[in-house]
């Protein structure tokens, strides 16, 4: 027999438990409780329950610092299915999923240079200072997107849906916007050096504080009807 814990004092007799029952219907209840503290007494200083208090005890902290070690393996492996999602949508209609896998990657600071969205939609999608740099928009449906201080330099946007899209200090420079809309959008202090705005609906947006906008490489035939803060453009260019 299994000798007692002198640490932990003894359960109360049978004759104690009882007498607690009010009712004979508790009393089954009450007998296997008063077997169940005897049992835990005789155990309570058994060596080999300490053992596996112990081993259970190593297991978790094992676990945490596996945890923690494979953090980076788990990392590379999203970011490569949140790729494999934006490839294998390429010039394809639809999210596909690419808003979620585009924000993923731009949240780990992932540089998205030269990717290829061309007709995807991704309204609404959330990019702010993404590098986002010779990328493929054409026809891309940005509507309401938040695009503050992207790197969109040398990118293609043409016929790109970016009705009132945040775009404030975004950097536009040698980017293709023909025929985009950009209705309502907010322009404010963007680089536009270089940019090629013909045809571009630019209706309602907010143009002020644009940077190099005497550089801009043409805005000709652009809809320019109730934009704000618009600066002196040449006529024709």
């Given amino acids: 027999m299994l000798p007692p814990d002198p640490h932990r004092p003894p359960p109360d007799s049978w004759t104690e438990y009882r007498r607690r029952a009010k ?64 490839n294998t949508a390429q010039g394809k209609g639809g999210s596909g999923g690419r808003i979620d896998a585009l924000q993923d990657l731009n949240d780990d600071n992932v540089a998205l240079v030269g990717v290829d969205l061309s007709d995807a939609f991704l309204q609404r999608v959330r990019l702010e200072h993404a590098d986002l740099r010779r990328g493929s928009f054409q026809g891309c449906d940005l509507l309401g997107s938040r695009l503050s201080a992207a790197n969109l330099s040398q990118s293609r946007l043409d016929r790109a849906n970016l009705r009132g899209a945040d775009l404030r200090g975004a950097d536009l420079s040698e980017c293709g916007l023909t025929d985009a809309d950009l209705s309502g959008a907010d322009l404010r202090n963007c680089n536009v050096h270089g940019a090629n705005f013909s045809g571009c609906d630019l209706g309602g947006a907010d143009l002020r504080d644009l940077r190099d906008w005497q550089s801009i490489k043409t805005i000709a035939g652009a809809n320019l009807a109730s934009a704000r803060n618009a600066p002196a453009f040449s006529n024709g260019r």
Avoid: C, M, N
């Fill in 23 to 86: 009712h004979r219907w508790q009393i089954p209840f009450y007998a296997f409780e008063w077997i169940s503290a005897h049992i835990a007494h005789r155990l309570g200083k058994w060596s080999f329950l300490e053992v596996l208090d112990y081993a259970g005890r190593f297991t978790v902290l094992a676990a945490v610092i596996f945890y923690f070690a494979e953090t980076h393996d788990r990392t590379v492996q999203r970011h490569y299915q949140a790729w494999l999602v934006i």
